[in-house]
């Protein structure tokens, strides 16, 4: 149960990202191949990869905990990948099976796999299989498919706004996912595990050009959101970036012609707003409680990534800063 083929970050010297490769769905249909079940599911997470933090952000809003198992790998990569460590409250050891490495996860669902080993995961307990490892699906399926287990007023239908993904803005959701997602969210990436000068080029000016969009937003409509006066899925799939930017992006990645808390004060609003926000009817302090434990190791996390992926021989230097690591919120500021 070995990789026999490598898989390539790097073409050209420009950061290529591979497809997620399982993409099942769990659904509230009792008769489907996967149906939601109170503690049937598993996630998988590092809480040092954005996309991971995306789904443990919804499983809080959606007051999941009861319902979906978490388990926490290591913030940060070995040589063979994500691996349980215990190290800073993590989880010790695969509570399932008693895996150190999730590449043996994903062996289990799939001897002959060959892809990469990926967080987050959603595991079916009771089928012993991989049901999903593509967070935007992961996300969209705890929004809707487990309502059935959870108080009312926190389903999606009784939200205010229609809940994270509603009807009537779903088309500027996927619209502003796309550019974000692009050149934001992966732009990062693109920036930080360029391999030529050119490439880094190409792609840290249309970040930036997508910052200052997201900041002309907000400026525009003058609401506490992205898409106006309630939370969707583009506030939560910014926000994993936005909380890395400052404190890993703009130095570990060189992401630096501006940074959020001195050239964009919407967004640093907008972000400290969801960040400081512990215990409101909102978010529930669902934002605050899966990042404030693990916003200081992300830049180890990204400097260790950063090495391996750009092959670097060099020995790894984390960048110590800033100094405070999320600026404060004003009473006056709050949600």
Known sequence: ?????????????????PASTFRNFVSADPNSQFPAEKGRYALYISPGCPWAHRTII????????DVIDLYVLSPSMGEKGWFFDGAHGTTPK?????????????????PDFNGRFTVPV???????????????????MLYTEFDAFIPEKYREANKPGGGLYPEHLRKEIDEMNDWVYNTVNNGVYKCGFAGK???YDENVYPLFKSLDRLESILAGHGKP????????????????????????YYTVFLCNLKSIRHDYPRLHLWFRRLYW???????????????????????????KAKAKVTNSQATVIVPRGPAVLVEPLAESEKL
Request: glycine fraction near 6%; proline fraction near 2%; aromatic fraction near 14%.
């Open 94 to 110: 695969d509570p399932l099976y008693s895996f150190t490495y999730l590449r043996e996860l994903y062996f289990k669902a799939d």
């Open 58 to 65: 919804v499983r809080a809003l959606k007051r999941l905990e």
């Open 122 to 140: 959603l595991w079916d307990k009771k089928a012993g299989t991989m049901v999903n490892n593509e967070s935007s699906e992961i996300i969209r």
């Open 197 to 199: 000068q050119e490439s």
């Open 277 to 303: 926000d512990e215990g409101n009817e909102v978010t529930g302090g669902a934002f605050h409680s899966t990042t404030a434990p693990w916003i200081g190791l992300y830049a180890a996390g990204y400097a």
């Open 1 to 17: 149960m070995s990789q026999n083929t490598k898989i390539e970050y790097q073409k050209d010297g420009h950061f290529t990202r």
């Open 225 to 248: 959101f992205l898409l106006g006066d309630h939370l969707t899925e583009a506030d939560v799939r910014l926000y994993t970036t936005i909380a890395r930017f400052d404190v890993a």
